[in-house]
């Protein structure tokens, strides 16, 4: 079985803030893949990233980093400098290489930014 | 290129009622998925089809769900009967990719449709 924890219901900061987004995951397999979607009020999934549980590096994509650690089971997303088009919901997900393959979802963080 | 296209954007039914949702995945893409998402959870995954064919329908509520994929282009969902619990937004997602995990990170998501049971 696997499961994804985004502990965090809904956030706000003030615009230009940063803000870190939690992801705790579980699973069985050693070979596994994170991500993160978000998604705005339109309704649509956009990907952000894919990580697989063999890469620890960290990394950033302009105002976007990324925190994997394996020793924490954690897959945390920073936002440095918000801004009032990051507001949405994001999601982290888990999908293992020998599991079930399934894509599962946590149940989201609302990240409000306040103008 | 076109996204995923969904339609209708909203509906509202009554319980025991029938409704139908229609995606067209973007053009060339083999792997269409059907998730619901209920309200303050994320997407669950109902169907994965690969081309016109069935990959995974472990999680669809066959009873009362079913989907087809028009000769491996567009897709429908039918809900008969509708049940309140049945109230979700239901995503359709495309990729051009075969390997499970890969082709998660190539889907490209329709802007869903709200479904309102009462």
């Known amino acids: 079985a696997q499961k994804v924890t985004q502990a965090q219901t809904e956030i706000s900061v003030v615009e230009k803030e940063d803000v870190t987004l939690d992801c705790v995951y579980e699973t069985r397999d050693t070979t596994y893949y994170l991500f993160w979607y978000k998604q705005p009020p339109s309704g649509e999934l956009v990907f952000l990233i894919r990580r697989n549980s063999f890469d620890e590096q960290n990394e950033i994509s302009g105002r976007y980093s990324w925190n994997f650690q394996k020793s924490t089971s954690s897959f945390n997303f920073t936002i440095t400098a918000s801004q009032v088009v990051d507001s949405a919901v994001y999601f982290c997900a888990l999908i293992s290489n020998f599991g079930n393959e399934k894509l599962t979802f946590g149940t989201g963080t609302r990240l409000t930014i306040i103008p | 290129e076109a996204g995923v296209a969904q339609s209708p954007r909203y509906k509202i039914i009554e319980k025991r009622q029938s409704v139908a949702f229609w995606c067209n995945p973007i053009s060339g893409h083999a792997t269409l998925y059907w998730y619901q998402q209920i309200l303050g959870q994320g997407p669950k995954l109902l169907i994965q089809?690969?081309?016109?064919?069935?990959?995974?329908d472990s999680q669809l509520p066959k009873d009362r769900f079913s989907a087809e994929r028009l000769k491996g282009v567009d897709s429908t969902l039918k809900i008969q009967p509708a049940k309140l619990e049945d109230s979700a937004v239901y995503l359709c997602a495309s990729s051009l990719g075969t390997r499970q995990a890969r082709l998660h990170t190539e889907a490209f998501f329709g802007q869903g449709t709200r479904l309102t049971v009462v």
């Open positions: 089809f690969q081309n016109n064919g069935v990959v995974d």
